[in-house]
């Protein structure tokens, strides 16, 4: 595992995430906690392993019947902001373009 560490070592917490959904075997490689608290402290996250412990355990359970083994909790901890934030942002995008189209369609509508 030591080349392995060296290998992430220079990805993002991004590209580390899709080089362990790539395969199952990438995935129990990458999927150690010195990995990603290394990513961590080089994105300049440091995390609490008790943080958002409640949704890391829904997480696993999710996994249970799945081909993939889920990932470990250091790389919940620092990816499941950064997907609450993604999600979030697409939403508001979202909802700002409904409202776009609504006053568009309500200025350009004609009076009865």
Not at 17 to 35: D, F, G, H, K, P
Request: proline share 3%; aromatic share 12%.
């Amino acid at each position: 595992y030591d080349a392995v560490e060296c290998l992430v070592h220079f990805l993002s917490v991004k590209d580390a995430l899709a080089l362990a959904c790539t395969s199952r075997s990438w995935r129990i490689a990458v999927n150690q906690e010195m990995i990603w608290r290394q990513l961590g402290r080089k994105e300049g996250e440091e995390n609490q392993l008790n943080y958002l412990r409640k949704e890391y355990t829904e997480y696993v359970e999710k996994y249970k019947d799945s081909s993939f083994d889920p990932i470990c909790e250091e790389a919940f901890v620092l990816i499941y902001p950064l997907y609450l934030e993604r999600t979030w942002n697409e939403y508001m995008k979202m909802q700002h373009n409904e409202l776009n189209c609504l006053n568009t369609t309500s200025s350009t509508a004609l009076p009865l």
